[in-house]
């Protein structure tokens, strides 16, 4: 064993598991690519104030969660918590919003860095999908997004998770809600950083998962009373383009979310068979983060879907996914001269699309056939000397065992032909 092990919270991705998270990550995106979204990869840490601006200084993801460090240069730097406002940034640094074609509709994967206690479904190092469309204020956008994460779900067989839905208002009409929430809040026995939360941002305290604090909240007001007609009428037309849609949802008049930027459409997937970590993925509407980090007014709206939480909700459903097959053909060489042709049928055969592998450092023919078998391979492509004499190699179906000689010059079709 080495003398080091991955850091604490973290987690090593190896076949053939490692397969399982390519799958997710693949299913998930198929539905974006095919609803003209870009890909975009961002640097794996950015600017502190990005976060600090954009995420919030009193959401938990940055007072408490945050990885922050300072250069030798002095700068101040932060591993990426979340991936909207770094998608954001760079949208705004290639200028995309002004090449005229609104909205700006991205889609990314990579890992994402908390400081939180580890746990199943929760760890300090975790991978996402998400998907942003910058630019454009649009209820069909909102709704656009929901159903591709549905039909990610559902593409993976997925069934049993829910999808809740929210409206956290706008400029207009939030700040008296957010007065009536804090006047409601304060007459409340809450502990000292709960009492400081509700100075600062009293909608997270809607999001506080303790009983104790959960039971204090019933007979609180609801945002949904305070919506402007505007908030209404946009809310509605969500809520009617998902129905429309075939996708089910469930009103969630407390869902808030962990991120300061949301306003009007939030929503969450949630699967109830994760236990107290139940959330899957989920995101909203950010008209106001452009401002927030310098640009200018950029109304849009994204969403995050954790790979590894998706993984737990397969898990949870016995779900096994269909994974395609590593290695098709296990080459097989018995003697040099068979080493230095086998080598070049193999190439021949990576070049023409057919997943081989090879059996390496001269194994004996036992120890190469248990290599093959270990690899999944349908067959084992075998040759020696006498083989090679009469200008033929030995092709065996791993599956029911039978031989057959092939052509050493017609090989790579025959194979071809038998896989298809």
Known sequence: ?????????????????????????????????????????????????????????STDIVSKEMYAFETKGGTKLALRPEGTASVLRAALQANLHKLGNLPVKLWYSGSYYRYERPQKGRYRHFSQVG????????????????ILADQ???????????????????????????????????????????????????????????????????GAPLLRDYLCDACKAYHEEVRELLTAAGVAYQDDEKLVRGLDYYTRTTFEFVHDGLGSQSAVGGGGRYDGLSEMIGGPALPSV?????????????????????LPATTSVFAVPLGEEARRVLFGLVTELRRAGVATDFSYAGK?????????????????????????????????????????????????????????
């Open 364 to 420: 004996g023919l036992k120890g190469a056939m248990k290599s093959a078998n270990r690899s999944g391979a349908r067959y084992a492509l075998v040759a020696g000397e006498r083989d090679l004499a009469e200008g033929v190699v030995q092709l065996k179906d791993m599956q029911s065992g039978e031989q057959s000689p092939v052509a050493l010059a017609d090989a790579v079709d025959a194979i071809r032909e038998r896989l298809a």
């Open 131 to 146: 998907a942003e469309a910058i630019g454009a204020e649009d209820p069909a956008l909102d709704a656009e997004l929901i």
């Open 1 to 57: 064993m080495s003398t080091f092990q991955a850091p604490k919270g973290t987690y090593d991705l190896i076949p053939p598991e490692s397969a399982k998270y390519l799958a997710v990550r693949e299913a998930i995106a198929a539905p974006l690519k095919n609803s003209g979204y870009g890909y975009i990869e961002t640097p794996g840490f950015e600017n502190v104030e990005l976060f600090s601006r954009g995420v919030g200084e």
């Open 152 to 218: 990610a779900y559902r593409t993976l067989g997925l069934s049993q998770f829910r999808i809740l839905l929210n409206s956290l208002g706008d400029k207009e009409c939030r700040p008296v809600y957010r007065d009536a929430l804090q006047g409601f809040l304060r007459g409340l026995e809450l502990d000292e950083d709960t009492r400081r939360r509700v100075e600062i941002n009293p909608l997270r305290v809607l999001d506080d998962k303790r009983a104790v604090v959960q039971k204090q909240l019933v």
């Open 302 to 322: 994204g969403w995050a879907l954790g790979v590894d939480r998706t993984v737990l909700a397969l898990e949870a459903e016995g779900i096994e996914l269909e």
